[in-house]
């Protein structure tokens, strides 16, 4: 993708203020392109999270929604790690209150909490394990006990339970307010005029969106799918930012969107402009209670080594 000339030069000073402070940048795949363009990795959620632990860097920069960076914060509590902007919030992780985890542990004594890495700090330090859409449905199986609370999202939750998940599940009532625009509408007003291509989801779509899927996978699941498929068109049923790596990895392809297009307001209130500025005077550093911290790490950790 080519880059108007005021953008290369925000981004030529961001590369080498990068160089010179010695920082790793990270960005999520619902970044602005030319923020994406400007990181040293762009992932999903359980490859940045797999990031953070391995890195020589003293700082990272997290261009991505603030619990992304609290999680790589909770990794690598020595580093400092930056967020270029702490209000950008996801919506389904405010879905999950601490004081409402612990309700319905009340509720449900017998239960172990499997809490998806779309929660705050305070949240995943009640769970016993973490999952990410990547690897929901093995933690689910995995984790020693027949009967789960799965947080906060209810549509990845219940995906798992149709698809191979044969534990008693009580879902949380979240969902993703930007999945939850991609319906039977948008998608298949885009069918209507390309019958041929091929719906790929993540799983943060509705039931009923993904069982109309060819395929449904996290955000990097989706773009080495499409990368290695010998299909040429495809409907990607997830926010926009996720098409930049899909065109690089897989120049070839047509890529559609929904009608309306998904986008993730909160992704993109991280813009070039604040990623140079948080470079510059070092804003925000992410801080984590520390006990909390602790808490949750060991759940991170236990979905790590699963
Ligand atoms: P991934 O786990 O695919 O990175 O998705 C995170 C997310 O926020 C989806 O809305
Ligand atoms: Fe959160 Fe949804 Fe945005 Fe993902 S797309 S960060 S789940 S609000």
New binding site residues.
Partial sequence: MEFAKEIREVQEEILRLKREKKVFIMA???QRPEVQAISDVVG???ELSRKAVHLDEPTVLFCG?YFMAEVAKILSPEKTVLNPYPQAG?L?ADMALPAEVEKARRRHPNAKVVAY??TTAATKALADVIC???NAGDVIKGIDAEEVIFLPDKHLGSYHVRHGVNKKVHLWDGY?P??KRITVESVNRVLDRYPDAQLVV?P?VSPEVAEMAHFVG???QLVRHIAASDHKRFLVG??EGTLFKIREAAPDKELLLPDPIPV?DQMKMITLERVLVSLREGLYPVEVDQEVAQRAKVAIERMLSL
């Fill in positions: 999520h795949y619902y999903d959620s359980l929604v996801c389904l890495v779309n990410t859409s990547a993703c930007v999945h993540h943060e996290s955000t990097s997830t926010e993730c």
